[in-house]
């Protein structure tokens, strides 16, 4: 069985344009799939392994409806590779992350034309966890229409 779903598209925009969204935290609302997204509680452009950045976020199923995601920034290499481990804080503030990850790979095809690869893989999701949340949790669908409101973004920007 599978853990993964990865997802391709060839984007009509410069690596750099499709890096610079998906490096601004304000803009993934925009290029969410599942719409759970709200807003980025952290605004600084994403820099460096280890980063921390901040989602308020909206779902049906979730006990308090209203929350909030940690993101922790895993990888990340200029117009080449940016990923992010989900968690949330614990009451005493400390970070916890839940073992699934969301990696985005640009390739450039030319100048003008990028090829992302969005991979969102829970394999290391511990089986507690798994008792809580199915996994996925959304289908492949959402991650397709993440990679098309990407493309639509970053083809209008560039």
Same mark, same amino acid.
Do not use: C
């Given at each position: 069985?599978?853990?993964?779903?990865?997802?391709?598209?060839?984007?009509?925009?410069? $690596? /750099?344009?499709?890096? $610079?969204?998906?490096?601004?935290?304000?803009?993934?609302?925009?290029?969410?799939?599942? /719409?759970?997204?709200?807003?980025?509680?952290?605004?600084? &452009?994403?820099?460096?392994?280890?980063?921390?950045?901040?989602?308020?976020?909206?779902?049906?199923?979730?006990?308090?409806?209203?929350?909030?995601?940690?993101?922790?920034?895993? $990888?990340?290499?200029?117009?080449?590779?940016? *990923?992010?481990?989900?968690? %949330? *804080?614990?009451?005493?503030?400390?970070?916890?992350? /839940?073992?699934?990850?969301?990696?985005?790979?640009?390739? &450039?095809?030319?100048?003008?034309?990028?090829?992302?690869?969005?991979?969102?893989?829970? %394999?290391?999701?511990? $089986?507690?966890?798994?008792?809580?949340? &199915?996994? &996925?949790?959304?289908?492949?669908?959402?991650?397709?229409? %993440?990679?098309?409101?990407?493309?639509?973004?970053?083809?209008?920007?560039?």
């Amino acid at each position: 069985m599978t853990e993964t779903l990865i997802v391709s598209s060839t984007v009509e925009a410069p $690596a /750099g344009a499709v890096f $610079a969204i998906l490096a601004d935290p304000a803009t993934h609302k925009d290029i969410d799939g599942t /719409g759970w997204l709200r807003k980025a509680l952290d605004d600084e &452009p994403l820099t460096e392994v280890g980063q921390i950045f901040r989602i308020a976020m909206y779902h049906d199923d979730h006990p308090d409806k209203h929350y909030e995601m940690a993101n922790k920034v895993i $990888a990340i290499e200029p117009d080449r590779v940016i *990923a992010w481990e989900p968690g %949330s *804080a614990a009451a005493d503030g400390s970070l916890a992350f /839940g073992g699934w990850t969301w990696r985005y790979d640009l390739a &450039p095809v030319a100048d003008d034309r990028t090829e992302v690869t969005l991979t969102y893989d829970w %394999s290391n999701v511990p $089986a507690e966890l798994r008792e809580h949340i &199915p996994f &996925p949790p959304f289908p492949v669908s959402h991650v397709e229409n %993440s990679l098309g409101n990407l493309a639509e973004m970053a083809m209008a920007r560039s």
